[in-house]
């Protein structure tokens, strides 16, 4: 099995100061990464992902997360949070070879989130 | 509006009992759905592939006769927590992948998740 590493579990930060959830994982195939983001009260939203090409995705809400194969990592990145950014983040890996069921995920244990005024 | 409805949101049980938690797809046919638990500050953890008129896959170290799994349907699979333990109480989540295409550019729903208490 895969394994999602998100070493920090809380990471407090003002409004407007930059902001990275680091995102490491563990697989010798290639695979395809996730960040999903949970706000209070609500399940979880896909909030990037990666499959293919670039190596920088980004998402609508000023997020962008970088793959880096040869250090095996996908952390998450905000250049000016704002307090509505407040949530869990949740790294995922998913293994893409052609045995695996598409949809079938390995989570980190997520980091929280809190932006302060 | 939701694409997953996930039944009961909360429940408590006593020990011994067994309990059922259901995952529907409201939008679209669903041929494979996957459970997931997730303990208190923990990762989801995948115990299952819920796969339409076949036996479930489960992952390394989940009890298949512990955790009964139905996809009787192209919309509904059922999770059953058979002879419940104070142990068993977590967070349960089913999600479905949306396969327009054969690939990840098809979303993936989350259900709400169901919390359930064994006393």
């Known amino acids: 099995a895969q394994s999602v590493t998100q070493l920090d579990s809380q990471v407090p930060v003002f409004e407007e100061a930059p902001v990275e959830l680091r995102c490491n994982y563990s697989s010798s195939v290639s695979v395809y990464l996730f960040w999903y983001v949970q706000y209070p009260n609500q399940g979880l939203q896909l909030l990037l992902k990666?499959?293919?090409?670039?190596?920088l995705v980004e998402s609508i809400n000023g997020f962008e997360a970088e793959f880096n194969k040869s250090q095996t990592s996908f952390h998450l990145r905000k250049p000016s949070v704002h307090i509505s950014d407040t949530a869990e983040y949740f790294c995922?890996?998913?293994?893409?070879?052609?045995?695996?069921?598409?949809?079938?995920?390995?989570f980190g244990r997520g980091t929280q989130l809190t932006v302060w005024p | 509006g939701a694409v997953v409805s996930q039944h009961p949101s909360w429940v408590i049980c006593k020990s011994g009992t067994s309990v059922k938690i259901e995952c529907r797809s409201l939008d679209f046919q669903a041929t494979t759905m996957f459970w997931y638990r997730q303990f208190p500050k923990q990762s989801l953890m995948l115990m299952a592939t819920s796969n339409e008129g076949s036996k479930a896959t489960y992952e390394q170290g989940v009890e298949k006769d512990k955790f009964l799994i139905n996809h009787a349907s192209l919309t509904l699979s059922t999770l059953t927590v058979t002879s419940a333990h104070p142990e068993d109480s977590s967070f349960y989540i089913c999600?479905?992948?949306?396969?327009?295409?054969?690939?990840?550019?098809?979303?993936?729903?989350f259900g709400n998740g169901t919390r359930l208490t064994v006393t």
């Open positions: 990666y499959l293919s090409g670039s190596t």
């Open positions: 999600t479905i992948h949306e396969l327009r295409s054969a690939d990840y550019n098809s979303p993936l729903h």
């Open positions: 995922a890996v998913s293994v893409c070879d052609r045995g695996s069921t598409l949809g079938r995920l390995y």
